[in-house]
C-alpha cells in the first residue's frame, strides 16, 4: 500500500509537473522603452509564440526601416517567430499628395540580428518571405533576447568605445565633437602620437552614420580606430604621422530614439553640407574640417554609411568634371588600396571596384554631402570619400564591418606613406 502511494503521488507530481510547464510558459511581450528602440504595431499569438511588427520610428525623423526591441518572457530553448513587415508610415507633404510608404526591403535583412546580452550580435538563420511578411525563426537561449535589424550601436556605446580606447591608449583621447540639439554629446576620438607638430601631420578625418538607421557604419567606424590604436607598426605609423578624428555617430539624437534619419526634416544630415547647417553635428564637424582644410592638410576625409538593400560594398565619389588633378588621381589611387584590402577580407565582404557617382544626377542637393563638400572646398590634394558598406550579406556582421574598418586604416595608413612627407 506504502509503496502504491508513492507511485501514485509520483504519477500526480509528474501530470502537476506537465501541466505546470505548459502553464508556466510566460506570455511573451515586447519592450522598446531603451536607447535605440523601434517597433510598432505589435501583435503578439501567443499559441503560435510569434510576435508580428513593423519598424517604429517617426518618419518626419527618416526613414522608417529601423527596428530593434527585446523579447520577454521566453521559455530557455524555445523557438520563437518574428513577423516583420515594412513600415505603412508616410510623410505627408503640404499640398502634395502623401507619398508611398517606404519599400519594406529596406528593413528586411536575409537575416534578422539578435543578442542575448546586448554585447554580443549574432543572425539569425535566413527569413522566409510570406507575402508582404519577412518571417524569421529564432531559437533563443535565455528567457530575453534583443532582435535588431542589424547590429545595434547607440549613442552609449560610442561614448563607452571613445572611453575605453582613451584608457587603452596614451595617443587616443576621448571627446566631444559638440553638443546635438537633443543636448547630447557627440562623441569623438582623437588620435596622435609622439612629437610631430599639427602642421607636420596629415589630417584624417572618419565619420560614420549620418543617417541614424545605417549601424554597420558604426561599427566600421570602430574598426577603424581598434586598429589605429592597435601594436601592428603600421597603425604606429599613422599615429605618428598624422592627426586622426573619429565620430562613431554624427546624428545622435535619431541613433538614440531609433527613428531613421535618413531624409529627416527639415535637412538630411548628408544634404546639411552648406553654408548654413542646421545640424550642430555638421557646424561643428564643418568648422573642424575647415581648420584641417585651412592648414592644408585635409589629406583623407570618409564619410561612412551603408547602402542600398542589394548594393554591395563602395565608394561613391563626384563626377570627374567636377574635379581637378591632382585630386583624381590621388583619389583613385586611395580607392584602388582600399579595395585591394577590403575585397579580400575573409570571410568575403562583397566590393565592387567601381565607384558610384554622386553629383547633379543623384540628388539636386548633391553639392551638400558631406564628402562631395570636402572634395569642393578641400585642399588640392584631399582625397575625400562616402564609403558605403553592405548591409545584407552573411558578414555583415559586427566582425565583417570591423574587418571592413580595420583594412579601411590600413588603406589609410598605405596611401599616406606614398605621399611626401610634411616638413
Ligand atoms: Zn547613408
Known amino acids: 500500500m506504502q509503496r502504491l502511494m508513492t507511485v501514485v503521488a509520483l504519477v500526480a507530481a509528474s501530470l502537476v509537473l506537465e501541466v505546470g510547464l505548459c502553464v508556466a510558459a510566460d506570455r511573451l511581450t515586447v519592450a522598446s522603452d531603451f536607447e535605440g528602440a523601434s517597433i510598432r504595431e505589435v501583435e503578439i499569438d501567443e499559441a503560435a509564440r510569434s510576435i508580428s511588427f513593423m519598424p517604429g520610428g517617426d518618419p518626419v525623423r527618416g526613414w522608417p526601416c529601423w527596428w530593434y526591441f527585446r523579447v520577454d518572457g521566453i521559455t530557455p530553448g524555445e523557438t520563437i517567430t518574428l513577423r516583420l513587415r515594412g ?17 519594406s526591403s529596406w528593413a528586411m535583412p536575409a537575416q534578422a540580428t539578435f543578442s542575448l546580452d546586448g554585447e554580443t550580435w549574432l543572425h539569425t538563420e535566413k527569413g522566409k518571405r510570406q507575402d508582404e511578411w519577412m518571417i524569421y525563426t529564432l531559437k533563443s537561449a535565455a528567457a530575453s533576447v534583443f532582435v535588431a535589424w542589424g547590429p545595434p550601436y547607440t549613442p552609449s556605446a560610442a561614448v563607452k568605445f571613445v572611453r575605453e580606447m582613451s584608457e587603452k591608449s596614451p595617443h587616443a583621447k576621448a571627446t566631444e565633437l559638440c553638443r546635438s540639439r537633443g543636448d547630447r554629446a557627440v562623441p569623438m576620438l582623437h588620435v596622435q602620437e609622439g612629437d610631430r607638430t599639427p602642421e607636420q601631420r596629415f589630417g584624417v578625418w572618419v565619420q560614420a552614420r549620418q543617417h541614424a538607421w545605417e549601424s554597420g557604419s558604426s561599427w566600421v567606424a570602430q574598426g577603424f580606430a581598434e586598429w589605429l590604436l592597435s601594436d601592428a607598426a603600421d597603425a604606429a605609423w599613422l599615429r605618428q604621422h598624422a592627426e586622426i578624428f573619429i565620430v562613431p555617430i554624427m546624428d545622435v539624437d535619431n541613433t538614440a530614439t531609433g527613428n531613421g534619419g535618413k531624409d529627416a526634416q527639415p535637412q538630411d544630415h548628408n544634404r546639411d553640407w552648406s553654408a548654413q547647417p542646421h545640424w550642430n553635428e555638421i557646424i561643428a564637424a564643418q568648422r573642424k574640417v575647415g581648420d584641417l582644410i585651412a592648414a592644408g592638410r585635409m589629406d583623407v576625409f570618409l564619410d561612412l554609411h551603408n547602402p542600398g538593400p542589394g548594393d554591395p560594398t563602395f565608394f561613391f565619389t563626384l563626377p570627374d568634371d567636377q574635379l581637378k588633378e591632382p585630386m583624381i588621381g590621388l583619389r583613385d589611387r586611395f580607392i584602388h588600396l582600399a579595395y585591394s584590402r577590403i575585397s579580400k577580407i575573409k570571410p568575403l565582404i ?21 564628402a562631395n563638400w570636402v572634395a569642393m572646398n578641400g585642399n588640392p590634394h584631399t582625397v575625400s570619400l562616402c564609403l558605403e558598406t553592405i548591409w545584407n550579406s552573411p558578414n555583415s556582421t559586427t566582425e565583417g564591418y570591423r574587418a571592413v574598418g580595420s583594412n579601411l586604416a590600413a588603406a589609410v595608413r598605405e596611401y599616406l606613406s606614398e605621399r611626401p612627407e610634411r616638413p
Not at 513600415?87 to 519599400?103: D, H, R
Open 87 to 103: 513600415s505603412t508610415a508616410t510623410v505627408p507633404k503640404p499640398g502634395a499628395p502623401p507619398p508611398k510608404p517606404l519599400a
Open 350 to 370: 562583397p566590393m565592387s571596384n567601381k565607384p558610384n557617382v554622386a553629383g547633379a544626377s543623384y540628388t539636386p542637393l548633391w553639392r551638400q554631402m558631406s
